[in-house]
């Protein structure tokens, strides 16, 4: 009895570390989405190898993930539909048929999905489970990438062809804001605390950060030519940004809003994600059709990884238990 | 053989359904081409990262205007067509012997593409160099119905032809033929 009680103590706070490390170690997958070749692919980031490939019918543009559900959306602009992704059993589930041309998409972890449709220049509200268009609101012109609060109270739309970004009470469904930004904003990242919103300008070459109280642009720094994507580290504290041009990934820090690294990517780089943990990104090159790891310590490029043909869209999300 | 035809029509049938699926979506374009010219890259290299040479050496270009500097140059080509192209430099990295322009205007009778952007690279090669020209480009009419015209075909066949007339006039005015 004196033994045994320190013995099973000891036995179980060895199992509940074991379990956190393995839950701290496989936490996240990465899954990139493919345009011409319609997959869905599944990085392990153990290994960085593709675990698995789930295939979508159509040429599906971006996707978000809605951590409650655990399913992806992909927009499919062609036949205006939004292709449901099981992550855990990694099938596809029937398609939402909304219409129009969507692209852009965020979703509120509750069950409603944002679309943004890139001709008729509105944002959508649909229900993940149904289908069904809850609520339309009209927005600036080519509505591009949507970033949404964790809670789905805000949205986020980066309006190309109107040069600003629209801020979006999702409750009233009205525009909060509509903030001028550089020449054809397309990719934009909310950063975890959600205190600042960082725009990449293709055309101008910068970033607009806008703090998201005030709803103003604090800085504007410049990037290399034709940033594409955009990504903030889980603490805060670097923003990414993939240059088309160039074929690189500059790492500004988010205080000083200083480039303090590049790194070479594959060709025409596009979406870029960063692990929570902090230790590696990934990049879609959309040309090259490959995924460049990045180790952020050492600000490196460590490995490619060949991937179905018109990688655009990354994201980091919870791996299956 | 009657069923022979039939199952020859379905497939044909199956086929052009397929086709008709290809060519809807906003889904941006690839063009990659690629030549040796038989000259040092140094050479080749010399001639590509000069913005404005473009009218010494591709056939197409009958007119060209250049203005400002560094990399805020704009070219203004006009083509044998009639069309004109606006190109605006990004970026010129002389260790990757690298050139990234894009398109700024859009003029369907120069090209049938939108938010067009190329880069242009020099590499030693067997023989001299080998220069790579590749552009991501979307069609004309971006919309989920585009004419034969304006669609994904001919944006890609258009561009294609463009790239090769170059890289086929850079190499005979560099070679000297």
């Given at each position: ?33 493919s ?8 990085i ?6 593709i ?6 019918t ?18 499919l602009?062609?036949?205006?539909e ?6 855990d ?13 969507p692209?852009?998409i965020?979703?509120d ?11 008729a220049?509105?944002?959508a ?7 069904a ?14 970033a ?5 109270k805000?949205?986020?739309v ?12 999702t409750?009233?469904?009205?525009i ?5 930004v550089g ?17 990449a ?8 950060i806008i ?33 088309q041009?160039g ?28 692990l ?17 790891v ?28 | ?13 199956v ?28 050479d080749?290299?010399?001639?590509v ?18 203005e ?17 192209l ?12 690298e ?5 700024q205007n ?14 242009i690279t020099?590499?030693?090669a ?5 220069v ?43 070679e000297?033929?």
């Open positions: 009895m004196r033994v045994r009680l320190p013995v099973a103590a000891l036995l179980s706070a060895i199992a509940i570390a074991l379990r956190g490390a393995m839950a701290m170690a496989s936490s996240q997958n990465i899954y990139v989405l345009q011409d070749d319609g997959i869905l692919s599944v392990d980031t153990e290994a960085d190898e675990a698995a490939k789930i295939a979508i159509g040429k599906p543009a971006a996707f978000a993930i809605d951590a409650t559900s655990r399913k992806a959306f992909a927009t602009p062609d036949t205006g939004v292709a449901v992704i099981d992550l059993r990694r099938t596809t589930l029937p398609s939402l048929k909304i219409g129009g041309q692209f852009g965020a979703a972890n509750a069950g409603f999905l944002f679309v943004g449709d890139w001709s220049n509105q944002i509200v649909v229900n993940e489970t149904t289908g268009v809850e609520g339309r609101l009209t927005v600036g012109k080519a509505p591009a990438h949507l949404a609060t964790r809670d789905g805000r949205l986020y980066a309006d190309r062809e109107s040069d600003n970004v629209a801020v979006i009470d409750k009233s469904l009205k909060l804001s509509e903030i001028p020449r054809a904003p397309f990719a934009l990242a909310l950063s975890p605390d959600e205190k600042f919103l960082a725009v300008n293709v055309q101008t070459a910068t970033l607009s703090n998201t109280e005030s709803l103003r642009i604090v800085s504007s720094p410049a990037t290399g030519a034709m940033p594409y994507g955009v990504a903030i580290t889980h603490d805060n504290s670097e923003i990414l940004v993939s240059e041009h074929g690189k990934v500059s790492i500004f820090d988010a205080h000083t809003l200083l480039p303090h690294a590049e790194i070479k990517v594959g060709r025409y780089p596009e979406g870029v994600a960063v929570r943990n902090g230790r590696k990104a990934y990049v879609a090159n959309w040309f090259s059709g490959s995924i460049s990045l180790d952020l310590k050492t600000n490196t490029e460590i490995k490619k990884i060949k991937c179905p043909e018109g990688p655009r869209t990354v994201l980091a999300g919870a791996a299956r238990d | 053989m009657a069923l022979r035809l039939r199952s020859l029509l379905l497939f044909a049938a086929l052009s359904c397929s086709n008709a699926a290809w060519a809807h979506g906003p889904t941006p374009q690839k063009v990659d081409e690629k030549i040796t010219i038989a000259a040092p890259p140094a080749v290299w010399k001639v990262k000069d913005f404005g040479s473009i009218g010494s050496w591709h056939p197409w270009v009958t007119k060209i205007k250049v400002g500097s560094g990399n805020e140059t704009t070219r203004t080509l006009t083509l044998k067509s009639g069309g004109t606006i190109d605006s430099l990004d970026a010129i990295d002389d260790k990757a012997m050139i990234d322009y894009r398109l859009e003029d369907f009778n120069a090209l049938p593409v939108s938010s067009y952007s190329s880069a020099v590499q030693p067997a023989g001299g160099s080998e790579e020209w590749i552009a991501r480009l979307y069609r004309f009419d971006t919309g989920n119905e585009p004419p034969d015209d304006k669609n994904d075909a001919a944006a890609v066949k258009a561009s294609t032809a463009y790239i090769k007339a170059g890289l086929e006039g850079l190499k005979a005015k560099i000297g033929k």
